[in-house]
């Protein structure tokens, strides 16, 4: 079992910037795939971010490439998201997402391959 917790959400203005972290407690995670998903009120869960955890190679969604950063800390068992230039369009619930870690790059953007999923945080940007 996996337990996956995020931090870190908040209110900001636009422009500004915001860390979220997941802590990840449970099995071993150098086999898992990680993933950062948000949604909005009234629609779907869409993909943000996923890291590999044992390569660290990562892929970002194309609305917030260049904006958005993905990683993570294998001794301290944490994935991260850092936020910057936001704007109001990213205001959301982020949830952490943690699943199989030999997948192509394709089903990483895809919130069915993941297994465990945390409570999620709210992101709140403000015009």
């Known amino acids: 079992q996996v337990q996956l917790v995020e931090s870190g959400g908040g209110s900001v203005q636009a422009g500004g910037s915001l860390r979220l972290s997941c802590a990840a407690s449970?099995?071993?995670?150098?086999?898992?795939?990680m993933g950062w998903f948000r949604q909005a009120p009234g629609k779907e869960r869409d993909f943000v971010a996923a890291?590999?955890?044992?390569?660290?190679?990562?892929n970002v969604a194309d609305s917030v490439k260049g904006r958005f950063t993905i990683s993570r800390d294998n001794a301290k068992k944490a994935v991260f998201l850092q936020m910057n230039s936001l704007k109001p369009e990213d205001t959301a619930v982020y949830y952490c997402?943690?699943?199989?870690?030999?997948?192509?790059?394709?089903?990483?953007?895809?919130?069915?391959?993941?297994?465990?999923w945390g409570q999620g945080t709210q992101v709140t940007v403000s015009s």
């Open positions: 890291i590999n955890w044992s390569f660290g190679d990562t």
């Open positions: 449970g099995r071993t995670f150098s086999a898992y795939t």
């Open positions: 997402a943690a699943g199989p870690g030999m997948i192509t790059w394709y089903e990483r953007t895809q919130e069915m391959k993941y297994v465990y």
